[in-house]
């Protein structure tokens, strides 16, 4: 440990995140971010470290690095230096983010701005241990922007019973015959993107009464996914960090029929959400590490669907947020992962997958497509 510096233990979630770290293919896998499209020209790479020097405290969460010795610490040096987290990208796309992950001694976060000449775009990479995805948002707004956006859940104190509503799931993972077909190549990597009108998921939503989100699933179903993905559920709550991870996963079983309705769904999600922040409270570490563990198995789930939805107008540095869209993390063993933001009119949906990623988002959006023309003819 550096002179003047100071360590906290990691919590359940990121200690699952940083030990995935050993074991990953890549290490740039363990890192997912977000890419912002900004109106106007961009500030330089000075004024953008100053501005981050000027925001982040000495005893911000945004100052700390992760460290892996006999397990996983925060380490909160003294001396922050900007210019490690802001830097110029030197290509374009999501893979030229991904390759400032390899860096030698990275830190856990960075900012990449992509020049142009007009409607430039800033990356935001983050490893996975320090934040989840409403978390990262908050913090490009907190160093960039100007209030906060969203909100943290409020703090209400589960039930001791909250923990059983995740025993199906759990229960579900002790089924045989759901082996994965095949070995994930661990040696390949595709992004592909596509963008679907918010008001076409609207559209096919109310028809159905079902959610968008549910929507998004059905078509996935439709387009030959898989039985089951897995899907991150926030556990913030009003004492949390805004800075740091505070997710938990769940297994969804996708359906192409109308069954599910919202009221069913968003009771079952709110059960299970605050069995997640009891179980996740530092006393029950050993029972929720083997049930994070059964229901993220990779030997029975190889795809994960996660979704942003961003709900007020951002600027960023004085300038309008044109667009929003993300960049995936893979975890290991897995075929794919799917990231979906919603910004204004748009749900930018971004897949990284092992292979076939542009066949997936094409399948995946004509689906959505033909549930909108089938909803039409009735």
């Known amino acids: 440990m550096s002179a003047g510096s100071h360590a906290t233990q990691a919590d359940l979630l990121a200690t699952a995140f940083a030990g995935l770290g050993q074991i990953v293919a890549d290490p740039a896998d363990l890192h997912f971010g977000l890419t912002f499209r900004i109106a106007g020209p961009p500030p330089s790479v000075a004024e953008l470290r100053a501005r981050v020097a000027e925001r982040v405290g000495a005893s911000s969460p945004l100052a700390e690095r992760l460290v892996w010795a006999e397990g996983a610490r925060w380490e909160r040096a003294a001396d922050f230096d900007p210019a490690e987290h802001v830097r110029e990208l030197g290509g374009s796309g999501p893979a030229a983010v991904r390759s400032f992950a390899a860096l030698p001694g990275r830190p856990p976060w960075m900012l990449l701005v992509e020049p142009a000449e007009s409607d430039w775009r800033l990356h935001y990479l983050v490893h996975h241990a320090r934040q989840d995805a409403q978390a990262a948002l908050r913090t490009v707004v907190s160093l960039l ?25 759990v229960l579900r993972t002790l089924r045989t015959g759901q082996p994965t077909a095949g070995t994930p190549d661990e040696t390949k990597r595709e992004f592909a993107e596509r963008v679907i009108p918010v008001s076409i998921l609207r559209e096919v939503a109310d028809a159905r009464k079902i959610t968008v989100n549910q929507v998004l699933l059905s078509a996935l179903r439709r387009a030959g996914g898989p039985r089951e993905v897995l899907m991150p559920l926030s556990i913030r709550d009003g004492a949390d960090s805004e800075f740091v991870n505070r997710i938990a996963l769940t297994r969804v079983a996708l359906t192409s029929d109308r069954a599910v309705r919202r009221d069913s769904r968003r ?27 059964r229901i993220t198995n990779p ?25 929003i869209s993300a960049i995936p993390w893979l975890p290991p063993g ?33 689906a959505v497509d033909d549930m909108r023309r089938r909803e039409d003819r009735r």
């Open 145 to 169: 922007g100007e209030g906060r956006t969203g909100s943290s859940a409020p703090s209400r104190p589960p039930g001791w019973w909250t923990p059983g509503s995740l025993v199906p799931g």
């Open 267 to 293: 009771r079952r999600v709110a059960r299970e959400r605050q069995a997640w922040r009891l179980l996740s409270n530092g006393r029950n570490d050993r029972l929720a590490g083997w049930m994070l563990r």
């Open 299 to 323: 030997a029975t789930m190889t795809a994960t669907v996660s979704n942003l939805r961003v709900d007020e107008r951002i600027t960023l540095l004085g300038k309008e947020v044109l667009g």
């Open 334 to 366: 897995h075929r794919w992962f799917a990231l979906l933001v919603t910004y204004l009119a748009d749900t930018t949906l971004t897949v990284l997958a092992q292979s076939e990623a542009d066949k997936l988002v094409d399948a995946w959006v004509s």
